[in-house]
């Protein structure tokens, strides 16, 4: 019997109200205030990067208020002159807020350097596909007297003879000294 007298009392209502009116506010608060807080509806535009030189990209990027986080690349496009822009997050005219990173990938000086792979008393057919694979390219094959037909027997670059592991940049022709399969 108490309880029901309490609610409906006029100390139960006025809290009821209290209650109401205090959600109210902070819902208000929250709605209005976190809109300013984090700039809502404050956008700018991401202008295009690619095809830029890195220090014109920086200049664009500041202009807008934009950060420029720089990613390095390890594929390189002979298509472009090196250290410019060949890639952007987030991509051109997609609307950021103002600070925000922006990743560019650049085009690398040159083609990396890396190791001959050991292909000296390989197939033919698999010296290919593992120099293909690491990024190298087989150029003349010299055919020499040997019974291995097929057979790699010498690694060439340029002319000169190469040990495996010697280091050259990717894309380089590799030429290979192969048996005839004749003693």
Known sequence: M??????ISRVFFKNILYIVFFTLLVAFIIFFGLGFVTQHKNYVKVPK?????????????????LNIVI??????????????????FPNQDREVKRGRKIYLTLNPVGYKKIKVPNVIQVTLRNAETLLNAVGFEVGELIYKNNIGKDMVLEIRYEGKKIKPG?????????????????K
Request: glycine share 6%; aromatic share 12%; proline share 5%.
């Open 2 to 7: 108490k309880l029901f007298k309490f609610i």
């Open 49 to 65: 990067f690619f095809g830029l030189s890195i220090s014109k990209a920086i200049e664009s990027a500041k202009s807008e208020s």
């Open 71 to 88: 990613l390095d690349s390890a594929k390189y496009n002979p298509n472009y002159p090196p250290l410019t822009v060949l890639d952007q």
């Open 166 to 182: 010697y280091t050259l940049r990717q894309r380089k022709k590799i030429d290979l000294v192969l048996g005839n399969g004749k």
